[in-house]
């Protein structure tokens, strides 16, 4: 058992209600990465559900969470042969900090055309890539990072005006993702804006879309984060992450303020 899936773990402690532990090793400053904290909600949602595979997740940080336990409201909203739709309601001392929304599916029994209009970057492979160079995150103690555009960023503080950030990512414990972790490595990366004004401000999360496609191939995870516009301080960030095979197994969306320090 690797420590991803130690850490996401979750108890039933009641009809639909669960409960899990927010730990240290996955926090960005003082706040557990809201990807992680999704993982946990998908953890609980996986339990109550008849299907067991993610298909879409959305969430609303509604306040930031802390570590300890962390209670787990599951609502059935409708079950169908092929998916299964429900929300989770994140608890902490009594006040609601995460609220989201799923479906959830059996990915392996989807069928139908395969397209896409947006190929693949071609980057060397993980071992020719060196560890990125954020080493402050804690988070970083859980998940690793070779940046191969946009590194400078961290290494050299140097800008690139791309709004785009290009890698790998993989459990630093070697363990091989499974698609409860594509929750949270689709917040793995640095916000793209970084690229633009450097690492000097804040950026957190206001809300979080995480579309899975497939279950990935063991291996690191191929990355491209991006932003394309920002307005009055707020920014879209999406993702892509393809598996070790070359293939699609998630996109994402998330909506995120900056504020300069």
Not at 158 to 174: M, P
Not at 183 to 211: K, N, Y
Request: with cysteine; net charge negative; proline share 6%.
């Amino acid at each position: 058992m690797g420590q991803f899936e130690i850490d996401t773990a979750v108890e039933l402690v009641a009809e639909n209600h669960y409960r899990g532990e927010l730990c240290e090793g996955w926090r960005v400053g003082a706040v557990p990465n809201g990807g992680y904290v999704l993982a946990v909600a998908g953890r609980a949602l996986r339990d109550a559900l008849p299907h067991k595979d993610p298909l879409s997740v959305n969430a609303f940080y509604l306040a930031p969470t802390v570590l300890g336990p962390i209670e787990c409201h599951v609502e059935l909203l409708r079950g169908a042969r092929s998916t299964s739709f429900a929300q989770v309601k994140m608890f902490q001392e009594g006040e609601l900090k995460v609220q989201a929304t799923a479906a959830y599916t059996d990915l392996d029994r989807l069928h139908g055309e395969t397209w896409s209009a947006v190929s693949r970057p071609q980057l060397p492979g993980w071992e020719e890539c060196a560890p990125s160079g954020d080493k402050g995150v804690e988070f970083r103690q859980r998940a690793e990072l070779r940046l191969v555009s946009g590194g400078e960023v961290f290494s050299e503080r140097k800008t690139n005006g791309s709004g785009e950030f290009c890698g790998w990512v993989r459990h630093r414990d070697g363990s091989d993702a499974d698609v409860i972790s594509l929750l949270m490595f689709a917040d793995s990366f640095p916000p793209p804006i970084f690229t633009v004004f450097g690492p000097v401000g804040w950026v957190p999360t206001v809300e979080q879309t995480v579309q899975v496609r497939a279950h990935p191939a063991p291996g690191p995870l191929q990355v491209r984060f991006s932003s394309r516009h920002m307005t009055s301080g707020v920014i879209e960030e999406d993702g892509e992450y393809w598996d070790s095979s070359g293939q699609l197994v998630a996109i994402s969306r998330q909506t995120a303020r900056f504020r300069l320090a």
